[in-house]
């Protein structure tokens, strides 16, 4: 039965979800299109992003050192990897990047598997956003509505980094046309490292930001990555608004299907992405430079 | 390089250098030589039971191997030859898996073998579907759509599908093949006893994939893979042979999918997993990325260490990590897997032993072709070839431009262009650096679409065509920066483009040799004449200098025999020797043909040319004789005026 709060509480939890993938898309668009490197470890990033939450909660019980543990650990693990592995690579083929950002997402998860075993881990909520809200004509669980709160602001200090600052500016003629970024005689170099820590600072804070809300298990970057694909093709590779207007769409797709029947929301997700293929080759706001 | 054999045997292909002897190809060895590959597999698959076991490998494991080393061999197909890198083909493993399992099983289908051709049928509709979205676009576009695609699969075969699949518990009683011959019925059943029926699906399946790469279709394939926009530009249409190597591949899952379920007497539902796609990702690469048995070989080294770490090492759940961590390592240092470090290796000490040798016998440049009157034969059977092979002869202005013009944004590129080439005639075009001559060219092959006006050719409107459209017709273009098929040698390269020429856009000739094709020989013969790259046929383009490289970017446009021929800066970059043979190169070509010639050597194009057109900021500036062009006020004030350029006295 579908009931008028129902719809709408569905509807809350799609503009929750497709906030957190608007966010976790940001990053993979940013990385891909200022580097063309597609991370295909960015689900995984997701993944350790929460689970570096929980230990951080685990050791202090505040959720608050939590979240700046999970963002700054995938800081530190982007720009490492940056250094010793992707970096090699931007020269190399486009599927050879793919091949290795795989088995990067292979290592992630097997060795997260290995310290936490497959069992599902849980961070509580933070007590100012525990229990649930009244509406006025519904109930609805207060965190989720903190989450929708706390990913657009995450989302508008992507924005004032991205359009706002000098890194930004690069990072954006980087998308418009990365042989031209080069040949400017810009130290590309470290501002790569930089864009590939703040990729996968986006995908880990959205992990242990979504902990309280979904509980953590070694392989839930993996349907994670699907999703934020479709959201990419959606919205066009490399596009910061198209990130987070295929990120809603896609949330509210997923939700409002599962409303009626959870089996079909992929089928619908992958209808939605045919039909932006088909009508919108380059994504809703996508631009034609990077292929 | 000093420790090299003085009694080295020389580079087959240095051997007759300058001579102009008919080329042997490889083709012309002898039966088994060339089934040499299938003759070997045939040889190991005999083998393997009374060997494996002596390892100490189980019968399910090396049943498992095979049907992984089939699966991977249209993928192989797929991403090695074709270069497209499929996340997603599980969907299509499990496609064809269920359908043939849920024959056998729910729907009391009698007959194994049929169920299989059935379950692959299926599988290769369902490609052909699916390949039609996802090759909307190219490149990760591609991984990641086949990635949501197969997730779209798992989800459907896990909830709507699920009263046909069986959910979350598969199909189980899958039975095994049993073959009732009248007198006897053979049966297979587990283990060993199974290993005959798998053996001979691989070889059948190793068999047909090594004939399609041998084929025309698989040079087109490679070809696509090194440079996609070149094998279009060329005269091949590139969408469809990306989806007929989707459709293969979706065959060969389908059909190890059905196998699947055969040899396990149960069809899972993991097989519709995303850590199947990845799986079989991972296999190719650590066996071998091009190779069609890699996956074989990476599926062997990947469940023999999966038992190793495991059982042996003890490791649990670990040895995954130790997997990933070692296909990591795979990638970042041996690219091509262990087959192509093998190759790599052979490669290296062969080069050692012969490498001085080569370098030697290799001329630089021999100045034989180029003699005036030497080349006159060749030049005459190609140029005869292009016209029979048209079979018109083109009077009067053979190219038509009425009112060109090109805007990206706000940036005018070229502007009302009225243009006219006669047939036969070799026309220059000269002009400043950014005064359009690159994108004029660009709209003539219809490789960009001019924002208005209008293009004819031989009298036909070409305005809304496409580059592989008009290649067929007869007009192409060499490129300004060399658009190679780099990991292929010489002839492979000329070959490509002369097989768009003698084949159309798109043949699915996949079970023909590439030699058997009638004229091919002849006219790839040819091409290496003209651009005297004969002594060089069988070099990788990698080890090409930069003068040759520039002559076979020409040569791939001859060799699809056009009528009307762009170069587009053929002298580029050049030394003064080198621009002398590339002149005599453009005047021997002409023969038979019109050509357009970009260049900002006048002193060549003035000694070539009949007549000269001037491009300045987008417009013709002035049109004439290049007596006419020297003398022009106008034209020196273009040169001299704005940009560092001195016009030649």
């Known amino acids: 039965m579908i009931s008028w709060a129902n719809f709408v509480s569905q509807l809350f939890n799609g503009l929750a979800l497709g906030a957190l993938l608007a966010l976790i898309s940001s990053g993979l668009t940013i990385i891909y299109g200022a580097l063309g490197v597609l991370n295909l470890a960015h689900g995984a990033m997701f993944m350790l992003g929460g689970y570096a939450g929980y230990v951080a909660y685990s050791y202090?019980?505040?959720?608050?050192?939590?979240?700046?543990t999970g963002a700054l650990f995938l800081f530190i693990v982007g720009v490492v990897l940056e250094r010793v592995v992707i970096r090699h690579f931007y020269k190399r083929p486009p599927e050879d990047q793919l091949l290795v950002t795989f088995g990067l997402a292979i290592c992630f998860v097997e060795t997260v598997r290995f310290f936490f075993e497959s069992l599902s881990k849980t961070v509580p909520p933070p007590k100012i956003f525990a229990g649930i809200t009244n509406l006025g004509f519904m109930f609805y669980p207060t965190y989720r509505l903190a989450v929708v709160g706390i990913v657009a602001v995450a989302l508008l200090a992507l924005f004032l980094m991205l359009y706002k600052t000098r890194l930004g500016l690069i990072v954006r003629a980087g998308i418009e046309d990365s042989v031209m970024v080069d040949s400017l005689g810009l130290n590309v170099d470290r501002v790569f490292m930089v864009v590939f820590g703040i990729g996968a600072m986006a995908a880990g804070f959205a992990g242990i930001v979504n902990a309280p809300v979904v509980s953590l298990a070694p392989?839930?970057?993996?349907?994670?990555?699907?999703?934020?694909?479709?959201?990419?093709?959606?919205?066009?590779?490399?596009?910061?608004?198209?990130?987070?207007?295929g990120g809603l769409i896609a949330g509210e797709i997923i939700s409002l299907t599962s409303m009626v029947n959870p089996g079909y929301s992929y089928v619908m997700l992958f209808a939605a992405m045919t039909l932006v293929l088909v009508l919108r080759p380059h994504g809703l706001l996508g631009v034609r430079g990077r292929e | 390089m000093s420790g090299r054999l003085p009694s080295a045997a020389p580079d087959p292909g240095t051997?007759?250098?300058?001579?102009?002897?008919?080329?042997?190809?490889?083709?012309?060895?002898?039966?088994?030589?060339?089934?040499?590959?299938?003759?070997?597999?045939?040889?190991?698959?005999?083998?393997?039971?009374?060997?494996?076991?002596?390892?100490?490998?189980?019968?399910?494991?090396?049943?498992?191997?095979?049907?992984?080393?089939?699966?991977?061999?249209?993928?192989?197909?797929?991403?090695?030859?074709?270069?497209?890198?499929?996340?997603?083909?599980?969907?299509?493993?499990?496609?064809?898996?269920?359908?043939?399992?849920?024959?056998?099983?729910?729907?009391?289908?009698?007959?194994?073998?049929?169920?299989?051709?059935?379950?692959?049928?299926?599988?290769?509709?369902?490609?052909?579907?699916?390949?039609?979205?996802?090759?909307?676009?190219?490149?990760i576009y591609f991984a990641m759509i086949t990635v949501a695609i197969a997730e779209v699969f798992y989800f459907a075969e896990f909830n709507p599908l699920s009263a046909w699949t069986g959910g979350e518990n598969g199909l189980p009683g899958v039975p095994t093949p049993s073959f009732n011959l009248g007198f006897t019925t053979f049966k297979f059943h587990t283990g060993w006893s199974l290993y005959p029926f798998m053996a001979f699906w691989y070889f059948i399946g190793i068999v047909i994939a090594l004939r399609i790469v041998r084929s025309p279709v698989g040079a087109v394939l490679r070809a696509i893979r090194e440079n996609p926009l070149r094998a279009a530009a060329v005269g091949h249409s590139i969408h469809?042979?990306?989806?007929?190597?989707?459709?293969?591949?979706?065959?060969?899952?389908?059909f190890a999918g059905g196998l699947l379920g055969v040899m396990q007497g149960f069809m899972p539902p993991d097989a519709f997993m995303f850590d199947t796609s990845g799986q079989l990702v991972i296999q190719t690469a650590i066996g071998g990325i091009g190779t069609l048995f890699g996956p074989l070989l990476g599926a062997a080294v990947w469940l023999f260490l999966q038992d190793f770490l495991q059982a042996t090492l003890k490791l649990g759940a670990t040895w995954k990590l130790v997997l990933g961590l070692i296909f990591v390592l795979l990638v970042c240092f041996l690219r091509?897997?262990?087959?192509?470090?093998?190759?790599?290796?052979?490669?290296?000490?062969?080069?050692?032993a012969t490498g001085e040798a080569e370098a030697e016998a290799a001329p630089a440049f021999s100045d034989e072709a180029f003699d005036e009157d030497k080349p006159a034969a060749a030049k005459h059977t190609v140029a005869t070839h292009a016209t029979r092979s048209r079979a018109r002869e083109f009077k009067g202005p053979i190219l038509k431009a009425t009112a060109l013009t090109k805007r990206y944004g706000g940036i005018v590129a070229n502007e009302d262009i009225d243009f006219s080439v006669d047939a036969g005639e070799l026309r220059g075009i000269i002009g400043p650096n950014g005064a359009g001559k690159s994108t004029f060219f660009k709209m003539l092959t219809c490789e960009v679409a001019p924002t208005s006006g209008r293009i004819e050719f031989e009298g036909r409107d070409i305005t809304g065509m496409d580059v592989t459209e008009v290649c067929q017709l007869g007009l192409t273009?060499?490129?300004?920066?060399?658009?190679?098929?780099?990991?292929?040698?010489?002839?492979?390269?000329?070959?490509?483009?002369?097989?768009?020429?003698l084949r159309g856009?798109?043949?699915?000739?996949?079970?023909?040799?590439?030699?058997?094709?009638?004229?091919?020989?002849?006219?790839?013969?040819?091409?290496?004449?003209?651009?005297?790259?004969?002594?060089?046929?069988?070099?990788?383009?990698?080890?090409?200098?930069?003068?040759?490289?520039?002559?076979?970017?020409?040569?791939?446009?001859?060799?699809?025999?056009?009528?009307?021929?762009?170069?587009?800066?053929?002298?580029?970059?050049?030394?003064?020797?080198?621009?002398?043979?590339?002149?005599?190169?453009?005047?021997?070509?002409?023969?038979?043909?019109?050509?357009?010639?970009?260049?900002?050597?006048?002193?060549?194009?003035?000694?070539?040319?009949?007549?000269?057109?001037?491009?300045?900021?987008?417009?013709?500036?002035?049109?004439?004789?290049?007596?006419?062009?020297?003398?022009?006020?106008k034209v020196q004030e273009a040169y001299l005026g704005g940009v560092h350029e001195a016009i030649a006295p």
Not at chain 2, 240 to 254: C, E, M, Q, T
Not at chain 2, 337 to 344: A, E, L, S
Not at chain 2, 477 to 500: C, D, G, M
Request: net charge positive.
């Open chain 2, 477 to 501: 273009k060499s490129y300004q920066v060399n658009q190679l098929f780099n990991k292929l040698t010489v002839r492979e390269n000329i070959t490509i483009a002369a097989l768009a020429d």
């Open chain 2, 505 to 633: 856009p798109f043949k699915l000739d996949m079970l023909r040799t590439v030699s058997r094709i009638p004229g091919l020989e002849e006219q790839v013969q040819h091409t290496l004449e003209l651009v005297n790259l004969v002594g060089r046929r069988d070099a990788p383009v990698s080890q090409l200098a930069y003068g040759e490289k520039r002559r076979l970017e020409v040569g791939l446009a001859l060799a699809s025999s056009p009528t009307l021929l762009l170069l587009d800066e053929p002298l580029a970059g050049m030394s003064p020797q080198e621009r002398v043979e590339t002149v005599k190169l453009l005047k021997s070509i002409r023969q038979g043909r019109t050509m357009i010639v970009i260049d900002h050597d006048m002193d060549a194009l003035f000694e070539l040319a009949e007549r000269i057109t001037v491009l300045q900021e987008g417009r013709v500036l002035v049109e004439g004789t290049p007596d006419e062009i020297k003398g022009n006020a």
């Open chain 2, 15 to 139: 051997q007759n250098a300058s001579s102009p002897a008919p080329v042997r190809t490889p083709a012309r060895r002898g039966p088994t030589w060339r089934f040499k590959a299938e003759i070997l597999t045939a040889i190991g698959l005999v083998a393997a039971p009374f060997v494996l076991p002596l390892l100490g490998a189980a019968p399910d494991t090396v049943n498992r191997i095979l049907v992984w080393g089939l699966f991977g061999i249209g993928f192989d197909i797929l991403f090695g030859y074709t270069g497209l890198l499929s996340f997603g083909q599980s969907a299509l493993y499990g496609t064809g898996g269920m359908v043939a399992a849920y024959l056998l099983t729910r729907a009391g289908f009698p007959h194994v073998v049929t169920a299989l051709f059935i379950g692959m049928i299926v599988a290769t509709a369902v490609g052909y579907l699916v390949g039609l979205i996802a090759l909307r676009r190219t490149g």
């Open chain 2, 336 to 352: 091509n897997g262990i087959i192509g470090g093998v190759r790599d290796l052979v490669a290296y000490l062969r080069h050692r």
């Open chain 1, 219 to 245: 392989d839930m970057g993996e349907a994670i990555l699907v999703q934020t694909f479709v959201v990419v093709v959606i919205g066009g590779v490399g596009s910061f608004p198209g990130a987070i207007l």
């Open chain 2, 240 to 254: 469809g042979y990306k989806l007929a190597a989707f459709v293969i591949a979706a065959a060969y899952a389908g």
């Open chain 1, 60 to 68: 202090t019980g505040s959720f608050v050192v939590a979240v700046i």
